[in-house]
């Protein structure tokens, strides 16, 4: 087992890996930038190390500097948390190349995962469906045009290399099949790099269901259930849960083996997750996979027992995983809310600093969060205040420890989500469990529309 290893990451990830190190009796690392020289990430690892200045290109994703601090604190391994370098094959690669572990999967699997021409064509070879599509790399707008029409309007326009709802456009007709290549095009190599756009049909108002795997270098794969996500707007995820209230056993049953089908077809390493279209009809359809701990990891935590980031580190130590797939049983229900520095009504960013601080507790909450009073928010980086998460022995019970733990929370000096959250988990819709990845779409125009007509 690794006596020493560095966190590439900051914020709640960062505080999240270094609790599960200390407990395994693990030394840990932080690295920082000039924003985050007083970051609780910082004060709580057994040794921290600057890495640059305040943007995060000149810090947390420099490759180089990450080693670098690798090599002068002796650590012998890296977890990348979320975001940042976590799915860079090239940084993946190199650790390797320098003998330092990487706790995630191997270079090979993110590079084939990540990349969602690949991903799509490896999900075919291993029978598990798909959206239909055309999925080799279109070479301009005419071509992304006709195939748009070959297909059937609505389509989605996607960056090969894209994530977190970036390089990703919906078509209703030809004019904005030309337009959305473009934008998708110029955003995609921006964001990433890499310029290659795909084309697939756009299912309607469909629910987004991902499943948690975990899989070691001894030829086991096990899935920890599955986590409901449409609550989302433009691609981003405001609140999931866990188990997702729209699975029957016999669909759950069949989604769950298909991602460990997906998962062996690849050989994947560690820990991942498979993201799955649902529609209103039951069918399902690969989407994509993420070679890394999700945000929303811990309500799988909190319904399957298993502590992800100890299995991730054991794994990349080269151990067994500590569970067989009859262990992994499903208890109670979890929520997670992600309160964020933004204005509830408008998503702008509110960086600043916090004034005042009270963080709910008590039966069934957990905060994961790297803020306390005083904490600045830099606008550099995600605007994450807090992960809020409620457990209960059902649904019902989740979600009134939820509501408790909204109307208790108390963060001043910035505005945050919560007002939104509570509005969202009070909805006859929410309630029912009856949304899709448009719900949020709609109900927030509803609100505004409210909002108007008070003014």
């Given at each position: 087992m690794f006596t020493k290893i560095l966190i590439a990451n900051r914020g709640e990830i960062a505080c999240r890996v270094i609790a599960t190190a200390r407990k395994m009796g693990i030394k840990t690392v932080a690295v920082y930038s000039d924003a985050d020289k007083e970051a609780r990430h910082v004060k709580l690892a057994d040794e921290a190390v600057r890495i640059g200045a305040a943007p995060s290109r000149e810090s947390y994703l420099l490759a180089d500097k990450i080693i670098e601090a690798c090599k002068q604190t002796g650590a012998q391994a890296v977890h990348p948390g979320y975001g940042f370098l976590s799915e860079n094959e090239a940084f993946a690669k190199r650790c390797e190349d320098e003998g330092i572990a990487f706790i995630g999967p191997k270079a090979h699997s993110i590079a084939a995962m990540g990349d969602k021409i690949a991903s799509k064509k490896l999900a075919n070879e291993a029978r598990v469906n798909t959206i239909p599509g055309y999925n080799d790399a279109i070479a301009g707008p005419e071509q992304a045009v006709e195939i748009a029409k070959d297909i059937g309007y609505p389509v989605m326009?996607?960056?090969?290399?894209?994530?977190?709802?970036?390089g990703l456009r919906v078509a209703f007709n030809d004019k904005e099949a030309f337009e959305g290549f473009a934008s998708c095009q110029n955003e995609a190599r921006n964001s990433f790099g890499d310029d290659r756009i795909f084309i697939e049909k756009f299912v309607q108002e469909?629910?987004?269901i991902e499943?948690?795997?975990?899989?070691?270098?001894?030829g086991n794969v096990i899935y920890l259930n599955e986590r409901e996500c449409s609550i989302q707007r433009r691609h981003q995820k405001?609140?999931?849960?866990?188990?997702?209230?729209?699975l029957t056993p016999d669909l759950r049953k069949r989604i769950h083996e298909t991602?460990?089908?997906?998962?062996?077809a690849v050989g994947y390493f560690n820990a991942g997750t498979i993201e799955f279209l649902l529609d209103a009809r039951g069918d399902f359809f690969f989407m994509e996979m993420n070679t890394r701990v999700q945000v929303e990891h811990p309500i799988t935590e909190l319904v399957s027992g298993v502590d992800i980031v100890k299995e991730q580190i054991r794994i990349a130590a080269g151990r067994k995983l500590s569970y067989a797939q009859e262990d992994i049983v499903l208890r109670g229900a979890a929520i997670e809310c992600r309160i964020n520095a933004e204005d509830p009504w408008k998503f702008t960013p509110c960086p600043g600093r916090i004034t005042a601080l009270h963080f709910p507790g008590g039966p069934g909450i957990r905060m994961d969060t790297a803020m306390h009073q005083d904490a600045v928010i830099p606008p550099y980086y995600d605007s994450m205040v807090a992960k809020l998460i409620a457990y209960g022995n059902d649904r019902t019970e989740a979600l009134a420890r939820m509501r408790r733990a909204l109307d208790t929370i108390v963060v001043e000096g910035i505005k945050t989500t919560s007002p939104l959250h509570r509005r969202i988990i009070d909805h006859p819709d929410f309630i029912k469990g009856d949304f899709s990845t448009k719900w949020l779409e709609v109900f927030l125009g509803q609100m505004e529309k409210e909002r108007a007509e008070e003014a």
């Open positions: 326009i996607k960056a090969s290399a894209g994530g977190g709802g970036k469909p629910r987004h499943i948690q795997i975990l899989g070691d270098s001894h405001l609140i999931e849960e866990s188990p997702s209230p729209a991602a460990v089908r997906a998962a062996r």
